[in-house]
């Protein structure tokens, strides 16, 4: 199996889901059903560093590919994602082309970008930092989440950053802005645009969907879907395994 930045690149359909709960044994279960991919959330969950490393050990012993949507753009969310491993990131909230340059320089080596050659886990704890850094040119994925109406605003300069494989798209957090900022357009209409924009500028989009049949539509569109996550997977079971009996 080729890596998972070569596959988005080639825009193979491409679907896993968010991993928020803080757990390795969530990820052997979750890594079972064999998603091409899993991305570890530490945006929206208590996982620190240390669980991280061992989610992403288990996603590996698993063979599955592990993203990280970090916690946030600063370089050293992303430094430690890729330092323990990952084999990409989700940047959350990128809004303008500085940031996009900013999320560029902390996740590649020179000369792309700044990232620091650390004797961390992806480096094989020191004996291996010359292989990494040749790895990690062709194998790192950069994803910049776009969720707001400033980055569909700014879209087209976005991705004319060298050095972005995904443009997702986070519709939740977009509906949000687009409803307190009293927006005229659509939410389809701004998916739309930031479809458009990557399709222009030669980059895969994304989405996150909440379940299967959403996931079924947007996948005849597009080839990168991310879908619920493990805890939503779990409150909708005992939900329903919960409910009153009848
Ligand atoms: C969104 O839909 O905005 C997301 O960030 C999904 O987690």
């Known amino acids: 199996m080729s890596v998972l930045r070569e596959r988005i690149a ?5 679907r896993g889901p968010f991993m928020a709960i803080p757990s390795p044994v969530a990820v052997e279960i979750v890594a079972g059903a064999k998603p091409d991919f899993i991305c570890i959330d530490c945006e929206h969950s208590p996982i620190g560093d240390g669980l991280l490393t061992d989610m992403i050990r288990a996603a590996d012993v698993a063979g599955v590919p592990s993203l990280v949507r970090v916690r946030g753009k600063a370089a050293p969310n992303i430094s430690a994602a890729l330092d323990a491993g990952a084999c990409g990131i989700v940047v959350p909230h990128v809004a303008t ?7 560029v320089r902390a996740a590649r080596f020179a000369p792309e970008g700044a990232r620091g050659a650390g004797p961390g886990r992806a480096a094989g ?4 930092i010359g292989t990494l850094v040749e790895r990690a040119r062709r194998e790192t994925v950069v994803a910049v989440q776009l969720e707001t109406l400033d980055a569909v605003q700014n879209v087209d300069a976005i991705l004319a950053v060298p050095g972005i494989d995904v443009a997702f798209i986070g519709p939740g957090d977009l509906e949000v802005d687009r409803v307190a900022r009293g927006a005229s357009e659509t939410l389809e209409a701004l998916i ?10 030669g980059v ?17 569109r597009l080839a990168f879907v991310i ?7 779990l409150t909708q079971a005992s939900d329903q395994a919960l409910a009153p009996l009848g």
């Open 204 to 220: 895969p989009a994304g989405i996150f969907t909440p379940n299967r049949e959403a996931s079924a539509r947007w996948m005849k």
């Open 97 to 103: 082309a500085a940031e996009a340059e900013a999320v």
């Open 125 to 128: 704890h020191i004996r291996d």
């Open 192 to 201: 739309d645009r930031v479809i458009a924009a990557a399709d222009a500028a």
């Open 227 to 233: 879908e619920g996550s493990d805890a939503l997977w």
């Open 10 to 14: 080639a825009r193979e359909a491409l």
